[in-house]
């Protein structure tokens, strides 16, 4: 039988035509800085539905409201609750707690004899 050597042959060093290579630098953030980011009470987003729901039925929320409703999700988020029912005087609304966006919204009298689904807590005001 023949022997066959083989020789590896040095490949030439790759050469990158225009400008060269700069490292570029990121601020780095340590693991607590994103951690105490991502534990800061998120600001309730009103999605496109829940505005429009909002406005064909005459639901009326003040700042006031709206900031108590934040606070309350937020506390929601943190005991695990990823979408909840809340229930107020004037209003239903379903949010997901998970990314702090109201999906839907209702009137008391609508939602009276309504079956919600797809919710794992529910936070009353009054």
């Known amino acids: 039988m023949d022997n066959i050597n083989i ?9 990158r035509q225009g400008k060269p290579i700069q490292s570029v630098q990121s601020p780095k953030q340590s693991f607590l800085e994103h951690l105490n980011k991502a534990k800061e009470p998120a600001e309730l987003k009103i ?7 909002l ?3 005459g639901i009326q929320i003040s700042e006031s ?3 108590h409703i934040a606070d309350k999700v937020n506390e929601a988020k943190t005991k695990g609750i990823k979408e909840s029912l809340v229930l107020m005087d004037q209003a239903a609304l379903i949010i997901s707690a998970r990314n702090s966006t109201v999906i839907t919204a209702m009137d008391r009298m609508e939602a009276k004899d309504q079956l919600f689904t797809n919710i794992d807590g529910t936070i009353v005001l009054s």
């Open 47 to 53: 999605s496109k539905h829940a505005s429009d729901r």
């Open 55 to 57: 406005k064909e039925r």
């Open 7 to 15: 020789h590896r042959i040095p490949s030439p060093p790759f050469i």
């Open 65 to 67: 409201e709206w900031a």
